[in-house]
């Protein structure tokens, strides 16, 4: 597990978080992303959201996890680590989100109790908004 600092935070937002519209309380506005980018939605409680990431992304080495406040660093943990903590976390951190950077999608786990993934919005040129 490796400590983010300021930049690389902002780094890794900027590639991800920061392409979806955020709702007042900073969740992803889920009903203002565009058609086809929501591969999944879910009640918590009827998922285990490390199979979920296992399976929609395939191709994580290692996984951004970002809280919701900057007050706590956000953290890169490789896959196998990830999985293994995933059930503490989800019951220590009522919201969280995680980045696959090799696979270009975002979960979020809301405090409402619903896990969300989605691909990680680009233009038609192929690059990402922003």
């Not at 309380?25 to 929501?38: C, Q, Y």
């Not at 879910?42 to 285990?48: L, N, Q, R, Y």
């Not at 996984?63 to 976390?89: C, K, N, T, Y």
């Amino acid at each position: 597990m490796q400590l983010l600092n300021l930049d690389r935070h902002l780094q890794y937002e900027h590639e991800s978080l920061s392409h979806y519209p955020r709702s007042s309380d900073g969740a992803i506005a889920w009903d203002a992303v565009a058609d086809g980018l929501v591969l999944s939605s879910m009640e918590s409680g009827s998922v285990d959201l490390g199979v979920a990431i296992q399976q929609f992304a395939p191709k994580a080495g290692g996984l951004i996890f970002f809280w919701e406040s900057l007050a706590v660093p956000s953290v890169e943990m490789g896959l196998q680590f990830s999985i293994s903590h995933l059930s503490d976390i989800a019951e220590s951190v009522p919201e969280f989100w995680v980045y696959s950077p090799g696979d270009r999608i975002v979960v979020e786990s809301s405090f409402t109790g619903v896990v969300t993934v989605a691909h990680i919005p680009v233009e038609a040129d192929g690059q990402s908004p922003v």
